[in-house]
């Protein structure tokens, strides 16, 4: 029988908008496995970190450090695993390296054939065209709601609603500096929200730092 690993992936945005919670996409897989003869060894799941980046999600580098020669790495869809195609395809090479078979449940692509390979490099390509399309209409709008000072979502950390229009808090606009500088010094998601937990420092709403406020924090930012 064949063995394979699974990898599950999601942020609070993610499960919110798509549905793919963590105990979907491993069932998915583990109904995948039965169905195609492999024996499922195990699954590493990152909860509530974003694809964007390859740095700072632990359980994928579980998952492709326990994927070994002749095993495959299933996962729910291709986004799961990377948001860039310079990312998915630098992990594809590497697994076909290594004699490691990728799975994508969703497209219904392999990489064990050269036909397999094609569809899953087609795919990766439109799947960051479409991303950032989106990102760019998003980006558009929310940066004109915040050149006029509007609220443009929920109130983010550093700043309060007043009278519909953000206002800066500067208690927490010095927290969000210093979340950026450790972002930008190589830190994880996780590593921030200990440091900032460890520190006393509340979320907006007085409650613990997770990896995925962190980096809504982050994101928010980036908002230019």
């Given at each position: 029988?064949?063995?394979?690993?699974?990898?599950?992936?999601?942020?609070?945005?993610?499960?919110?908008?798509?549905?793919?919670?963590?105990?979907?996409?491993?069932?998915?897989?583990?109904?995948?496995?039965?169905?195609?003869?492999?024996?499922?060894?195990?699954?590493?799941?990152?909860?509530?970190?974003?694809g964007g980046?390859?740095?700072?999600?632990?359980?994928?580098?579980?998952?492709?450090?326990?994927?070994?020669?002749?095993?495959?790495?299933?996962?729910?869809?291709?986004?799961?695993?990377?948001?860039?195609?310079?990312?998915?395809?630098?992990?594809?090479?590497?697994?076909?390296?290594?004699?490691?078979?990728?799975?994508?449940?969703?497209?219904?692509?392999?990489?064990?054939?050269?036909?397999?390979?094609?569809?899953?490099?087609?795919?990766?390509v439109l799947s960051?065209?479409?991303?950032?399309?989106?990102?760019?209409?998003?980006?558009?709008?929310?940066?004109?709601?915040?050149?006029?000072?509007?609220?443009?979502?929920?109130?983010?950390?550093?700043?309060?609603?007043?009278?519909?229009?953000?206002?800066?808090?500067?208690?927490?606009?010095?927290?969000?500096?210093?979340?950026?500088?450790?972002?930008?010094?190589?830190?994880?998601?996780?590593?921030?929200?200990?440091?900032?937990?460890?520190?006393?420092?509340?979320?907006?709403?007085?409650?613990?730092?997770?990896?995925?406020?962190?980096?809504?924090?982050?994101?928010?930012?980036?908002?230019?």
């Amino acid at each position: 029988m064949h063995k394979a690993i699974g990898y599950i992936r999601v942020s609070t945005q993610d499960q919110a908008a798509e549905g793919v919670s963590l105990a979907a996409q491993r069932a998915k897989i583990a109904a995948w496995c039965a169905a195609n003869d492999y024996e499922l060894v195990a699954v590493y799941e990152d909860a509530g970190i974003s694809g964007g980046s390859m740095t700072g999600r632990d359980g994928l580098k579980a998952a492709l450090a326990a994927a070994t020669k002749s095993m495959a790495l299933v996962a729910y869809s291709i986004s799961r695993l990377a948001r860039s195609t310079r990312d998915m395809l630098a992990l594809a090479d590497g697994l076909e390296a290594r004699g490691v078979d990728l799975v994508s449940l969703t497209e219904k692509i392999d990489t064990t054939s050269a036909a397999g390979r094609m569809v899953f490099r087609m795919l990766a390509v439109l799947s960051e065209f479409e991303r950032d399309q989106v990102a760019e209409r998003t980006k558009a709008a929310l940066s004109h709601k915040k050149a006029k000072g509007e609220k443009y979502g929920p109130v983010p950390f550093g700043f309060r609603e007043i009278e519909g229009r953000l206002v800066e808090v500067r208690e927490e606009a010095q927290v969000v500096a210093k979340v950026l500088a450790m972002r930008e010094a190589g830190h994880t998601l996780r590593e921030i929200a200990a440091k900032l937990n460890d520190n006393g420092i509340q979320g907006k709403k007085g409650g613990l730092w997770h990896a995925s406020t962190v980096s809504y924090v982050i994101n928010r930012q980036a908002v230019a």
